[in-house]
Nanobody, 122 residues
Framework: QLQASGGGLVQAGGSLRLSCATS????????VGWFRQAPGKEREFVAS????????DYADSMKGRFAISRDDAKNTVYLQMNSVKPEDTAVYYC?????????????????WGRGTLVTVSS
């Protein structure tokens, strides 16, 4: 139902845009978030957006570098990653939760898709 794409290899300081496409159902009434998981680490919150695209939240280390947005006409949520760092290397996942607002709480997210790998070289 949720499929992340757009990952790949990028040099430090570069940019990448991830996409999260939905299929089978619409998530236009749901808050959507991006999470990431690096090898040997727990999955962590990256960014989230409410159903209207008006409110967003970011993890502190992503503020000013990443931007989340959504285009419900295309059933897609984006994560624009700028000024990437080697520590941004991880598998990135998108997820949706039942409520329309934004939340940073991973436990609230019910719908998960397959991730996409982002590798940042130094």
């Amino acid at each position: 139902q949720l499929q992340a794409s757009g990952g790949g290899l990028v040099q430090a300081g570069g940019s990448l845009r991830l996409s999260c496409a939905t299929s089978g159902r619409t998530f236009s009434n749901n808050g959507v978030g991006w999470f990431r998981q690096a090898p040997g680490k727990e999955r962590e919150f990256v960014a989230s957006i409410d159903s209207r695209g008006q409110n967003t939240d970011y993890a502190d280390s992503m503020k000013g570098r990443f931007a989340i947005s959504r285009d419900d006409a295309k059933n897609t949520v984006y994560l624009q990653m700028n000024s990437v760092k080697p520590e941004d290397t991880a598998v990135y996942y998108c997820s949706a939760h039942a409520a329309p607002w934004t939340t940073t709480d991973r436990r609230a997210y019910q719908y998960w898709g397959r991730g996409t790998l982002v590798t940042v070289s130094s």
